[in-house]
């Protein structure tokens, strides 16, 4: 019986999940993958990445070992079948290392589980145009492929060969976070719709281009935006510079506020 598979380009999601949330827990965070899984309903989960086992220029003898561990253990950690590269190119620095085999790897068993019939929907998340000539073929094979990506770092050509794409967000990133991260670090409430519990209106601006009213009180301060891409919704928080933080992070400039 076919089923939906999930593909995971580890180092897209790596790196973009830590640039974004960054700004909010103040460091790299730590990924959940049982979340993912869960998010996306899957059974299968496949993950590609590189262990990046050569020593740096400078780095001592323990702290190379003490790195490849945590590069080790931080695979350990996902719930998945996992596929790993090989880095290539001089020692010295990561910028000069590059993945070797992994794009490879993602592609063979896609099409090797799209070919046996193994999955009728593939969920693919990775940004970069290599994939392109892989989605197309997937696609004409029958399979609907779901791509996510970052939408700062994922090809156009790559979106269009999609049969379905939807970027990922700053609020995916965060539930995509440990447990304790989020208890630590909370973000703000959302309630649908239009919502005031009686807070004076402090000030008018906008969101991401949309108009938005903000309401303050002792208690706390509401961002009212009463259209947002065919939806109205109310952000609750306690703080205005986390809420004003929180918004630029998910929706974009925030103007006025």
Known sequence: MSSIYLFVDGR????HYAASVRQWF???GEINFHRIKEDYAVSTMFYYDCLHDRQRTGESEADFKARVEAQEKYFDNIPRIIRLGSSSGKSGSDKRLRQKKVDVLLAVDMMKHAVRQNMYRAILIAG????EPLVETLVDLGIYV????DPQHTARYLIRAASEYQPLTFRDYYNWS???LKTKYPIPGLQSGAYNPGYPLTRRGSLAGHPCELYESDQGVLLTVPQFENDSFTLVETDLDRLKRFCILQYGPLDGI
């Open 146 to 149: 779901e791509l996510r990506g």
């Open 128 to 131: 970069d145009l290599d994939f």
């Open 178 to 180: 440990a447990p304790s």
């Open 26 to 28: 103040g460091n790299d």
């Open 12 to 15: 897209h999601l790596q790196k």
